[in-house]
């Protein structure tokens, strides 16, 4: 089963204005990361957040981690169209092994000009 | 190459056939992993390979499924007697020693008839 799972599904804005995504998990993690696929494509890391960390910043990426919550959030200030794409969040789990990541079922971002 | 190929990028066969997807990693990643995406969800932990041994295999859904990575770096995933569930988009991965981030290639599109 997914371990994340992110809302909305799908949300849309326009071009300027600021995207808001969350992802919720259910059990004790090492890190929480988050990817970007576009269509057709694999997916892209894009910020690493480990579970001692509250905040972490990345040009216009801002995220967060609530782990009383088990939740996370990722802000992309001043959105632009080509950051129209899906966005993933992926724990690794404490229990296992090298960088296995579990993956939530994603956020279908469409940035309109 | 700079990044994670995969080949073929397309696969269509038909039902119970036997496929191979291949994959090659960025030099020098020692650690290698397969995913599955269907469509609209997010990625699925298949296996993961530690230089030329499987030191995670819990992903795999069952035993028409299985993976080698010979000598270390190009990574071949098996499927026997394919089903119609199988269709979907295959990953590979590879990072520094099992470390993060993933880079991903960009995937094969397995379609089973």
């Known amino acids: 089963s997914q371990q994340g799972e992110e809302d909305p599904q799908a949300l849309s804005i326009q071009e300027g204005e600021n995207a808001t995504m969350n992802c919720s998990y259910k059990t004790s993690i090492n890190n929480l990361q988050w990817y970007r696929q576009n269509s057709g494509r694999g997916l892209v890391h894009l910020i690493l957040i480990r579970s001692n960390e509250r905040e972490k910043h990345s040009g216009r990426l801002r995220v967060t981690l609530d782990t009383s919550k088990k939740s996370s959030s990722l802000l992309i200030t001043a959105s632009r169209a080509a950051d129209t794409a899906s966005y993933f969040c992926a724990t690794s789990l404490r229990e296992t092994s090298g960088s296995r990541l579990t993956f939530g079922e994603g956020t279908q971002l469409t940035v309109n000009p | 190459g700079a990044g994670v190929s995969q080949t073929p990028s397309n696969k269509v066969t038909e039902k119970g056939k036997y496929v191979e997807l291949r994959c090659d990693p960025i030099?020098?990643?020692?650690?290698l992993y397969w995913y599955r995406q269907s469509l609209g969800q997010g990625p699925e932990f298949l296996i993961y390979f530690q230089g030329t041994g499987a030191a995670d295999d819990s992903g795999l859904p069952n035993d028409r499924f299985f993976a080698v990575r010979p000598e270390g770096s190009v990574s071949t995933l098996k499927i026997q007697r394919t089903e119609r569930g199988d269709s979907a988009v295959y990953l590979c991965?590879?990072?520094?020693?099992?470390?993060?981030?993933?880079?991903f290639g960009n995937g094969t599109r397995l379609t089973v008839t």
């Open positions: 991965a590879s990072s520094l020693e099992g470390g993060t981030p993933l880079h």
């Open positions: 030099s020098g990643h020692t650690a």
